[in-house]
């Protein structure tokens, strides 16, 4: 564009230098040999050597020799004619005279009217005087401009290719010397500005901007080019206008003579910029990206100053808010897909302000100084910034270094990623309303909407009371503006954050856990994760967020459903308070009565100890089965051997992994080995010699840390805590009380369930290897219990799916309260039991070999013990037979356990081996019987061996005889024969009488001795 303008300038001049070459008008011209001017060969090599200027192609003797034909001809014009008036000449008889003496006669090149008007606009800037005419003495101005020309285009002749954008910058190893060249080009041309400033400043005339779209018009017509600069001129003019008022002032269709100066000398400056971007910034090869940042650096700084010096000779002196909307407005002419606003041009005040200070209202050159100052702040945080732009551009490849290598570079990345935004955060000047955020969103898409219909505005309204209430919590206040003094701090935490995740990205996202490397980057992220939550809690001047700021937080997160729709702002309260006052406490404080009901630096500190005992679990069976294949295991005494073997050569400072050891130790010293298979659930079987895997191990471990993070922070003896005897039926019930409803909204519990807590404490003492019976829920028997509910749980996610397509309709929506009928259930868990419940192989036999009566009975009781209650129709629950898999698993296990000849029948010898574990439940079902001497402690070994002989406890007159004269106190005669079928009856009967009121009874008040001797005599 720009080198259509000096090809049109050059075009002029030569209109203006050819203007003095005619023939006497009104005489008779002077015999041709007393005229021989050259000027048509003069004139006709001109032309070539002007488009060669112009794109930077000219040799400088032709480029002379143009100007020298040009003077040459000015000076024989003015010498040998003369016009109607002896002192001066129309712009007619100028253009005569050069289409007779100076322009190709073949060519018949005329020269319009228009373009003489045009013209003699231009002469009147340059020499002054008329529109109308040019006087004898403007000859002489003429033939001076000329010579002024010549030394101007001569100068620039070297940089036309820079100018006219025809020049290539070249690789990095020669672009010192290509910049120094373009600097060279860049003071060249303020020069030429300043001196063609001079020429016309003299002559004091003012110029229509309008009129140059014309002149460039005809200019091309009379080259004979279709030149595209005019149109782009044409379409752009009312941009210009408005820039100039803007930044100039005055009238924006004229340039007075006052304004001449600074238009072209900030002109030349504006297009230097260009220029700038174009070659080094846009175009410049990738390995010149310094060279990149150094000329965008320079061009922001340029184009501010530009604009400050402008607004600077403004007579208002500053830049109004209507004049940026009327400006920008402009625009839509030159780009009919750019929108704009008063409301957008408001908000953009305000970020203006937030960066360069100021008022909303206006730009003033104070602004334009305070944003030019900052640039090379900024530039030097970028230089620092930049060698790692690849990693914060999510474009690294960390697999391109060695572990250690990408670690070391990733963590140098980081430190600078946040000392740089927080030392730009010095550079904001002031304050912003978060809320204004809405604003210009919303701006935005009013001007611009949303393609899809689903735009950022409703999204950034709903999730801006969750920032500006997390920004009080963490940088105190109770509005929504973030201060000067918190943009460090914000920004310092924001870059902790990106980096926090791009380490998740490049380390983590996709990988397993199953590595010890990655277990070790796991380590690394959950700590820095941690330690910017430190640092937040320090910012703080109380050190702390309170739970009614969590809970604030909390309850934006249900509002915008980021957690499950069940959870209320109720039940989250509750959650939260078990967090802060119970899991992340240490128990030697709760227990003295600490209750801090917030979030503190110590809370931190214990969810780290907790984290770190887990990862470094982890860490430790990763590095153990390195190499294993999957089904490749330790046995438990050799697993043993080796955690015992860990534990005596750790380091003293391994306090994590010791506290973990201790756990893992307890738990593998069991009667029945807790391995898993593949998927996660229990392997239940005595008859083969069960691996502790890779799989197994991990789930063992977070078995342990679950139960350790129940009894830490729910046991009240610290004693009991320490030893690791675990908690008593108050405090499970109490635990469980606190989360009850959670548990209920989530619809994992029926909210008329009040036996919960009783029931897996019962089953953590009489259904898991470690099970002792007694009144605590130890630490081992807790991590038993939830290993066999989590494989309980899979396996019934499971089994439900089949269940569903065998009993349901296809498009039928299934609930816990949705009705199933038994035997549909049977059939449906009997198909899908062999490959599901392969876990349990001992099962899955009796299963195939069971009668088909002998299972319905089986599966019958089973339902009864996992919830079900028995109805005429036989329908039930879904939600009510969810347990069945838990039950078979602790049927499962009795015989694990205790079966030790492994013939599938607990014996005598083997019942009474079971009793401990099964005695604290008689003594509860018991209790009032105990208490009123019916029974004795002593007598619940002959009831319990009686139930596993008979299925149920005595109670008919005949039970009871049976019982008092053939069983009690008579353990030699004992013949307990009890398999699964029996075993599954025993838990249907006590699951019903758990279930009844505190008046049912394990044996019932005794018959009168008469009838129970007349009873016995018929046994």
Same mark, same amino acid.
């Given at each position: 564009?720009?080198?259509?303008?000096?090809?049109?300038?050059? $075009?002029?001049?030569? @209109?203006?230098?050819?203007?003095?070459?005619?023939?006497?008008?009104?005489?008779?011209?002077?015999?041709?040999?007393?005229?021989?001017?050259?000027?048509?060969?003069?004139?006709?090599?001109?032309?070539?050597?002007?488009?060669?200027?112009?794109?930077?192609?000219?040799?400088k003797e032709e480029l002379e020799a143009a100007w020298d034909c040009i003077g040459s001809a000015v000076e024989k014009f003015k010498r040998y004619v003369r016009g109607n008036s002896s002192d001066r000449y129309t712009a007619q008889e100028l253009a005569t005279f050069l289409e007779k003496n100076f322009l190709d006669p073949k060519e018949k090149v005329i020269i319009s009217e228009q373009l003489q008007t045009e013209f003699m606009k231009l002469k009147q800037v340059f020499v002054g005087g008329?529109?109308?005419?040019?006087?004898?003495?403007?000859?002489?101005?003429?033939?001076?401009?000329?010579?002024?020309?010549?030394?101007? #285009?001569?100068?620039?002749?070297?940089?036309?290719? @820079?100018?006219?954008?025809?020049?290539?910058?070249?690789?990095?190893?020669?672009?010192?010397?290509?910049?120094?060249?373009?600097?060279?080009?860049?003071?060249?041309?303020?020069?030429?500005?300043?001196?063609?400033?001079?020429?016309?400043?003299?002559? $004091?005339?003012?110029?229509?901007?309008?009129?140059?779209?014309?002149?460039? +018009?005809?200019?091309?017509?009379?080259?004979?080019?279709?030149?595209?600069?005019?149109?782009?001129?044409?379409?752009? *003019?009312?941009?210009?206008?408005?820039?100039?008022?803007?930044?100039?002032?005055?009238?924006?269709?004229?340039? #007075?003579?006052?304004?001449?100066?600074?238009?072209?000398?900030?002109?030349?400056?504006?297009?230097?910029?260009?220029?700038?971007?174009?070659?080094?910034?846009?175009?410049?090869?990738?390995?010149?990206?310094?060279?990149?940042?150094?000329?965008?650096?320079?061009?922001?700084?340029?184009?501010?100053?530009?604009?400050?010096?402008?607004?600077?000779?403004?007579?208002?002196?500053?830049?109004?808010?209507?004049?940026?909307?009327?400006?920008?407005?402009?625009?839509?002419?030159?780009?009919?897909?750019?929108?704009?606003?008063?409301?957008?041009?408001?908000?953009?005040?305000?970020?203006?302000?937030?960066?360069?200070?100021?008022?909303?209202?206006?730009?003033?050159?104070?602004?334009?100084?305070?944003?030019?100052?900052?640039?090379?702040?900024?530039?030097?945080?970028?230089?620092?910034?930049?060698?790692?732009?690849?990693?914060?551009?999510?474009?690294?490849?960390?697999? *391109?270094?060695?572990?250690?290598?990408?670690?070391?570079?990733?963590?140098?990345?980081?430190?600078?990623?946040?000392?740089?935004?927080?030392?730009?955060? %010095?550079?904001?000047?002031?304050?912003?309303?978060?809320?204004?955020?809405?604003?210009? @969103?919303?701006?935005?898409?009013?001007?611009?909407?949303?393609?899809?219909?689903?735009?950022?505005?409703?999204?950034?309204?709903?999730?801006?009371?969750?920032?500006?209430?997390?920004?009080?919590?963490?940088?105190?206040?109770?509005?929504?503006?973030?201060?000067?003094?918190?943009?460090?701090?914000?920004?310092?935490?924001?870059?902790?954050?990106?980096?926090?995740?791009?380490?998740?990205?490049?380390?983590? *996202?996709?990988?397993?856990?199953?590595?010890?490397?990655?277990?070790?980057?796991?380590?690394?992220?959950?700590?820095?994760?941690?330690?910017?939550?430190?640092?937040?809690?320090?910012?703080?001047?109380?050190?702390?967020?309170?739970?009614?700021?969590?809970?604030?937080? %909390?309850?934006?997160?249900?509002?915008?459903?980021?957690?499950?729709?069940?959870?209320?702002?109720?039940?989250?309260?509750?959650?939260?308070? @078990?967090?802060?006052?119970? *899991?992340?406490? $240490?128990?030697?404080?709760?227990?003295?009565?600490?209750?801090?009901?917030?979030?503190?630096?110590?809370?931190?500190?214990?969810?780290?100890?907790?984290?770190?005992?887990?990862?470094?679990?982890?860490?430790?069976?990763?590095?153990?089965?390195?190499?294993?294949?999957?089904?490749?295991?330790?046995?438990?005494?050799?697993?043993?051997?080796?955690?015992?073997?860990?534990?005596?050569?750790? &380091?003293?400072?391994?306090?994590?992994?010791?506290?973990?050891?201790?756990?893992?130790?307890?738990?593998?010293?069991?009667?029945?080995?807790?391995?898993?298979?593949?998927?996660g659930f229990v392997i239940i079987s005595n008859k083969f010699e069960q691996l502790y895997t890779f799989k197994s191990l991990r789930d063992l471990n977070r078995n342990r840390a679950v139960a350790r993070l129940l009894i830490r922070s729910f046991a009240n003896d610290l004693n009991r805590i320490n030893t690791f005897q675990g908690a008593t039926l108050p405090e499970v019930e109490g635990a469980f009380n606190e989360l009850k409803s959670i548990f209920v909204e989530m619809g994992l519990l029926?909210?008329?369930?009040?036996?919960?807590?009783?029931?897996?404490?019962?089953?953590?003492?009489?259904?898991?290897?470690?099970?002792?019976?007694?009144?605590?829920?130890?630490?081992?028997?807790?991590?038993?219990?939830?290993?066999?509910?989590?494989?309980?749980?899979?396996?019934?996610?499971?089994?439900?799916?089949?269940?569903?397509?065998?009993?349901?309709?296809? &498009?039928?929506?299934?609930?816990?309260?949705?009705?199933?009928?038994?035997?549909?259930?049977?059939?449906?868990?009997?198909?899908?039991?062999?490959?599901?419940?392969?876990?349990?192989?001992?099962?899955?036999?009796?299963?195939?070999?069971?009668?088909?009566?002998?299972?319905?009975?089986?599966?019958?009781?089973?339902?009864?013990?996992?919830?079900?209650?028995?109805?005429?129709?036989?329908?039930?629950?879904?939600?009510?037979?969810?347990?069945?898999?838990?039950?078979?698993?602790?049927?499962?296990?009795?015989?694990?356990?205790?079966?030790?000849?492994?013939?599938?029948?607990?014996?005598?010898?083997?019942?009474?081996?079971?009793?401990?574990?099964?005695?604290?439940?008689?003594?509860?079902?018991?209790?009032?019987?105990?208490?009123?001497?019916?029974?004795?402690?002593?007598?619940?070994?002959?009831?319990?061996?009686?139930?596993?002989?008979?299925?149920?406890?005595?109670?008919?007159?005949?039970?009871?005889?049976?019982?008092?004269?053939?069983?009690?106190?008579?353990?030699?005669?004992?013949?307990?024969?009890?398999?699964?079928?029996?075993?599954?009856?025993?838990?249907?009967?006590?699951?019903? +009488? %758990?279930?009844?009121?505190?008046?049912?009874?394990?044996?019932?008040?005794?018959?009168?001795?008469?009838?129970?001797?007349?009873?016995?005599?018929?046994?």
């Amino acid at each position: 564009m720009f080198s259509k303008c000096l090809k049109a300038v050059l $075009a002029l001049c030569l @209109v203006a230098g050819l203007a003095s070459c005619d023939s006497k008008v009104g005489e008779e011209p002077p015999p041709p040999e007393s005229q021989e001017f050259g000027g048509t060969q003069c004139l006709t090599d001109a032309k070539p050597v002007a488009k060669a200027f112009v794109v930077g192609d000219a040799n400088k003797e032709e480029l002379e020799a143009a100007w020298d034909c040009i003077g040459s001809a000015v000076e024989k014009f003015k010498r040998y004619v003369r016009g109607n008036s002896s002192d001066r000449y129309t712009a007619q008889e100028l253009a005569t005279f050069l289409e007779k003496n100076f322009l190709d006669p073949k060519e018949k090149v005329i020269i319009s009217e228009q373009l003489q008007t045009e013209f003699m606009k231009l002469k009147q800037v340059f020499v002054g005087g008329s529109r109308e005419y040019l006087t004898r003495g403007e000859l002489d101005k003429t033939i001076a401009l000329v010579k002024s020309l010549r030394t101007i #285009t001569v100068n620039l002749n070297p940089y036309m290719k @820079v100018i006219s954008l025809n020049w290539e910058v070249s690789e990095s190893p020669n672009m010192q010397s290509d910049v120094r060249h373009f600097e060279e080009a860049n003071k060249e041309l303020q020069n030429a500005a300043r001196m063609l400033a001079s020429l016309i400043e003299q002559n $004091a005339q003012g110029y229509n901007l309008s009129d140059f779209v014309v002149l460039m +018009q005809e200019v091309g017509q009379f080259f004979g080019e279709e030149w595209e600069f005019p149109s782009v001129i044409q379409t752009y *003019m009312p941009v210009i206008k408005k820039v100039k008022k803007a930044l100039a002032g005055g009238d924006e269709n004229s340039i #007075t003579p006052n304004e001449w100066r600074r238009f072209t000398l900030l002109g030349a400056r504006g297009y230097v910029q260009f220029l700038r971007y174009h070659y080094f910034i846009k175009s410049v090869p990738e390995t010149g990206t310094g060279y990149r940042l150094g000329y965008l650096a320079r061009t922001v700084e340029d184009v501010l100053s530009v604009f400050q010096d402008l607004v600077a000779e403004k007579p208002e002196g500053v830049v109004s808010r209507d004049e940026v909307f009327d400006l920008l407005k402009t625009l839509e002419i030159v780009w009919p897909e750019f929108k704009v606003s008063s409301g957008l041009v408001f908000e953009g005040m305000k970020v203006k302000q937030l960066f360069f200070g100021g008022s909303v209202d206006s730009l003033t050159t104070t602004d334009f100084e305070t944003a030019r100052l900052k640039v090379s702040r900024i530039k030097t945080l970028i230089e620092r910034f930049m060698p790692f732009y690849s990693i914060y551009g999510r474009e690294w490849d960390p697999d *391109m270094y060695d572990a250690d290598e990408a670690q070391k570079l990733f963590m140098e990345s980081q430190f600078v990623l946040e000392a740089t935004v927080r030392e730009a955060g %010095v550079l904001f000047e002031g304050s912003y309303d978060l809320n204004d955020l809405n604003n210009i @969103v919303r701006e935005i898409e009013i001007l611009y909407p949303p393609k899809d219909g689903r735009g950022l505005a409703d999204q950034v309204k709903s999730y801006l009371p969750l920032v500006i209430d997390a920004k009080n919590m963490v940088l105190g206040g109770n509005d929504s503006s973030l201060r000067k003094s918190n943009w460090s701090v914000l920004l310092g935490f924001a870059a902790r954050a990106y980096s926090d995740f791009l380490y998740y990205q490049y380390f983590l *996202m996709g990988e397993s856990l199953q590595q010890p490397v990655n277990l070790s980057y796991f380590s690394v992220f959950g700590n820095q994760t941690l330690n910017i939550l430190r640092d937040l809690l320090l910012v703080k001047k109380e050190n702390q967020f309170t739970r009614v700021e969590l809970n604030k937080i %909390v309850k934006h997160f249900i509002r915008l459903e980021l957690l499950p729709g069940a959870i209320n702002e109720q039940s989250a309260d509750k959650l939260v308070s @078990v967090v802060l006052n119970n *899991m992340l406490v $240490a128990p030697e404080a709760r227990l003295s009565g600490h209750k801090p009901d917030a979030l503190t630096l110590t809370s931190v500190e214990v969810g780290r100890q907790e984290m770190q005992i887990w990862i470094d679990t982890e860490l430790m069976f990763a590095q153990m089965a390195e190499g294993w294949k999957p089904e490749e295991g330790l046995t438990a005494k050799d697993l043993l051997a080796v955690l015992k073997k860990t534990e005596k050569n750790l &380091d003293a400072h391994a306090l994590p992994l010791q506290a973990a050891l201790t756990e893992l130790i307890l738990s593998v010293q069991s009667p029945v080995p807790m391995t898993t298979d593949y998927r996660g659930f229990v392997i239940i079987s005595n008859k083969f010699e069960q691996l502790y895997t890779f799989k197994s191990l991990r789930d063992l471990n977070r078995n342990r840390a679950v139960a350790r993070l129940l009894i830490r922070s729910f046991a009240n003896d610290l004693n009991r805590i320490n030893t690791f005897q675990g908690a008593t039926l108050p405090e499970v019930e109490g635990a469980f009380n606190e989360l009850k409803s959670i548990f209920v909204e989530m619809g994992l519990l029926d909210p008329k369930s009040t036996s919960f807590a009783s029931s897996r404490f019962r089953e953590a003492n009489i259904f898991v290897p470690h099970s002792d019976g007694n009144s605590l829920a130890s630490q081992t028997e807790i991590t038993d219990l939830i290993g066999m509910i989590w494989s309980g749980v899979g396996i019934n996610s499971r089994l439900r799916t089949e269940l569903v397509k065998k009993c349901f309709g296809r &498009d039928e929506e299934v609930t816990d309260n949705s009705l199933v009928t038994l035997s549909c259930a049977r059939a449906a868990y009997k198909d899908a039991m062999p490959a599901i419940m392969s876990a349990t192989p001992e099962y899955i036999k009796f299963m195939k070999k069971a009668s088909a009566d002998e299972w319905a009975y089986y599966m019958n009781n089973v339902f009864m013990a996992a919830g079900y209650v028995p109805n005429d129709k036989n329908l039930a629950k879904m939600g009510d037979i969810a347990l069945t898999p838990h039950v078979i698993q602790y049927v499962e296990m009795v015989f694990a356990r205790f079966d030790k000849n492994k013939d599938n029948i607990i014996s005598t010898g083997e019942a009474i081996k079971a009793y401990p574990a099964f005695k604290g439940l008689l003594k509860e079902l018991a209790a009032d019987q105990l208490k009123s001497g019916v029974l004795k402690e002593k007598d619940l070994l002959d009831v319990f061996t009686f139930i596993l002989r008979y299925g149920k406890p005595p109670t008919t007159l005949m039970e009871q005889a049976r019982f008092l004269f053939k069983w009690k106190g008579k353990q030699d005669k004992w013949d307990v024969w009890a398999d699964r079928v029996q075993l599954a009856q025993i838990l249907g009967y006590i699951a019903e +009488q %758990v279930s009844k009121s505190p008046s049912a009874k394990l044996v019932q008040e005794p018959a009168s001795q008469d009838a129970l001797e007349k009873a016995a005599s018929q046994l």
